[in-house]
């Protein structure tokens, strides 16, 4: 009997290998696979400016950080007296308006470098709906936990947030069009929009997304679609797989998820090499009750000769 239904990989294109770099965007999901990819030591770059939900604003900030356009005094917007960097995520703020500017900046260098030396993207849209500036009826990234009266809260169509995701396909291939693109829509239900909000506001990036990546296809571009959202809705439909939130994944469904990423998209030859990262991450982490035993000193060596021998094999790979 089968209690789940199984979502097949497909075949990916652009496989991870051991000289892979990443650069992961988008809502918090886009970080799940990030932190994992980070932790088996692929280069990876995960958000450097924080997380951004909608479309419009990765497509915006992914334009600015390939030409390098950087924020200047005209994007910020002052509230009382604070600065704030409304297209970015809402760590983006400060009393001092030139210190603000240059943290955003020095993490857009961060970003441009992320992206031009990837060899893979991966872009998490976690929702449809998103807010305008009232006064320079201007798309926001982030509110900020400003006052409500700022702004007002709008729902982009499905021919929006394709046009976004074209735009974004359509720089990466002007910059960098050797990148593999991973485009995916976050499973993660924005329950403050309401339940209902949220379905549609899905709805509508599951169908603008396919969009572009149809026409991006015909145009012989190859961005593909990874379905973290069908694989937590459908294959995953049981709360034991979330958070206490009831919301985000948990440990487990998280698991699921990245198990599933593996069989699509790194090289199955990798496995040993994953095995043993993740023992010497294990061992690393280990907390002894006698750190001074001889039996630990023994096992504190053989692991810095295990991790010798790998930097030895693969130079990328750094162990703190």
Not at 151 to 163: A, M, V
Not at 269 to 291: A, D, K, M, Y
Request: glycine share 4%.
């Amino acid at each position: 009997m089968n209690f789940f239904t199984q979502i097949e990989p497909t075949p990916s294109g652009i496989r991870l290998d051991t000289n892979a770099r990443i650069t992961a965007l988008g809502s918090c999901f886009a970080q799940v696979i990030g932190q994992r990819l980070t932790y088996y030591k692929w280069p990876t770059w995960v958000n450097p400016l924080g997380v951004l939900f909608h479309p419009l604003a990765l497509s915006d900030l992914i334009k600015r950080a390939m030409s390098l356009e950087y924020f200047q005094e005209k994007d910020l917007f002052q509230h009382q007296l604070r600065f704030y960097i409304l297209a970015l995520h809402g760590q983006y703020s400060d009393e001092h308006p030139q210190a603000l500017l240059n943290r955003a900046n020095a993490d857009l260098k961060t970003l441009h470098l992320g992206l031009i030396q990837a060899t893979h993207v991966m872009i998490t849209l976690g929702t449809a709906w998103t807010y305008k500036l009232n006064e320079h009826e201007q798309w926001v990234g982030n509110c900020h936990k400003l006052p409500g009266s700022l702004f007002s809260k709008h729902l982009l169509s499905p021919n929006q947030i394709q046009t976004a995701v074209t735009q974004i396909v359509a720089v990466m291939a002007q910059h960098n069009p050797e990148a593999q693109l991973i485009f995916s829509v976050s499973p993660v239900r924005h329950i403050k929009d309401g339940m209902v909000e949220n379905s549609l506001g899905k709805a509508h990036l599951i169908s603008g997304l396919h969009a572009a990546i149809d026409a991006s296809v015909k145009e012989q571009r190859t961005p593909k679609y990874f379905p973290a959202y069908e694989l937590m809705m459908d294959q995953l439909r049981d709360y034991r797989f979330y958070q206490s939130d009831l919301i985000h994944p948990n440990d487990q469904g998280q698991q699921v998820v990245w198990e599933y990423f593996k069989q699509q998209w790194i090289e199955p030859s990798l496995e040993s090499f994953l095995n043993e990262i993740h023992s010497v991450q294990q061992g690393l982490s280990h907390r002894p009750l006698r750190p001074d035993s001889a039996q630990h000193q023994e096992f504190i060596r053989q692991l810095k000769v295990r991790i010798q021998e790998l930097e030895r094999q693969f130079p990328h790979l750094k162990f703190d």
